[in-house]
T-cell receptor, first 114, second 113 residues
């Protein structure tokens, strides 16, 4: 399967702990997106990269959140000092930007903060 | 701010019934429009998309959608649903070079066999 992969698929942590998620995009895709989805809502944009440059961050992305895409390939999303309100599904998507794009989504990482 | 509205939260149909799911967006400029589907236990998959050209677009599994610019709408249709269409459907929009998608809240479709 050459789709978008995300690890781990599930994460349970205690409030105050740090967590890190990884996303491996479809190879040759130059854009990588992070979204968050809570129950009963559609995905909400967090941030995105074009190659290794982080081009946009949502106001949802507080200073406890940081994302990297160091070599323009995989990306990590870290949440520091987790809060119960961070419990959600974290989705990654990738695309090949050529003046237009279609985003392909991974299976997500479900985070539960106790 | 841009927003996407999906009018129906949960739709229940019998097999062979026709489907129409509403989607309206708030942005007045050039937009790209998408419908994604999430089958139970699976990840989001692209159903169809509109960038430009013919406002009636056809997607996978017999789905189609019509872009009506004057109504800011992109409704999803299928003439005859199957039990396997049971899923959650999300409408999404982005604009120009801004890639981030804005999603509606989703419509859950349940098809009774």
């Amino acid at each position: 399967d050459t789709g978008v992969s995300q690890n781990p698929r599930h994460k349970i942590t205690k409030r105050g702990q740090n967590v890190t998620f990884r996303c491996d995009p479809i190879s040759e895709h130059n854009r990588l997106y992070w979204y968050r989805q809570t129950l009963g809502q559609g995905p909400e944009f967090l941030t995105y990269f074009q190659n290794e440059a982080q081009l946009e961050k949502s106001r949802l992305l507080s200073d406890r959140f940081s994302a990297e895409r160091p070599k323009g390939s995989f990306s990590t999303l870290e949440i520091q000092r987790t809060e119960q309100g961070d419990s959600a599904m974290y989705l990654c998507a990738s695309s090949l930007w050529q003046g237009g794009e279609t985003q392909y989504f991974g299976p997500g990482t479900r985070l539960l903060v106790l | 701010a841009q927003s996407v509205s999906q009018h129906n939260h949960h739709v229940i149909l019998s097999e062979a019934a026709s489907l129409e799911l509403g989607c309206n967006y708030s942005y007045g400029g050039t937009v790209n429009l998408f419908w994604y589907v999430q089958y139970p236990g699976q990840h989001l998959q692209l159903l169809l998309k509109y960038f430009s050209g013919d406002p009636l677009v056809k997607g996978i599994k017999g789905f189609e959608a019509e872009f009506i610019k004057s109504k800011f709408s992109f409704n999803l249709r299928k003439p005859s649903v199957q039990w396997s269409d049971t899923a959650e459907y999300f409408c999404a929009v982005n604009r120009g070079s801004q890639g981030n998608l804005i999603f509606g809240k989703g419509t859950k479709l349940s098809v009774k066999p």
